[in-house]
């Protein structure tokens, strides 16, 4: 079995921080690249964030310069630092992982359930 929880959502004001937490775990024999997503009320999912086992990120524009995704390759953890907080940044927000299971040939993809982020006064 494999876990991906996400943890550190909250409210905040807008020009706030928050940080979140991914963490997965389980019979993992190697884990690759890892996302962040959102989903606003009535919108789609939409990628926000990505990094790979290389450390090389990738950004949606409307978070350039505000986000930051990072690794703990020891603990398999992905952290999305986020500053400077707006409120078109509420959302519910899921990572994802590229997970090859310990006894598995193939490489799936694992979800996490969301947290929920909001950004109001």
């Known amino acids: 079995q494999v876990q991906v929880v996400e943890s550190g959502g909250g409210l905040v004001q807008p020009g706030g921080s928050l940080r979140l937490s991914c963490t997965a775990s389980g019979s993992i024999f190697t884990l690759n690249t890892m996302r962040w997503y959102r989903q606003a009320p009535g919108q789609q999912r939409e990628l926000v964030a990505s990094?790979?086992?290389?450390?090389?990120?990738d950004y949606a524009d409307s978070v350039k310069g505000r986000f930051t995704v990072s690794r703990d390759y020891a603990k398999n953890v992905a952290s999305l630092q986020m500053n400077s907080l707006k409120p078109e940044d509420t959302a519910v927000y899921y990572c994802?992982?590229?997970?090859?299971?310990?006894?598995?040939?193939?490489?799936?993809?694992?979800w996490g359930q969301g947290t929920q982020v909001t950004v109001s006064t």
């Open positions: 990094i790979t086992n290389n450390g090389d990120t």
């Open positions: 994802n992982a590229d997970i090859r299971r310990i006894g598995a040939w193939r490489v799936d993809t694992y």
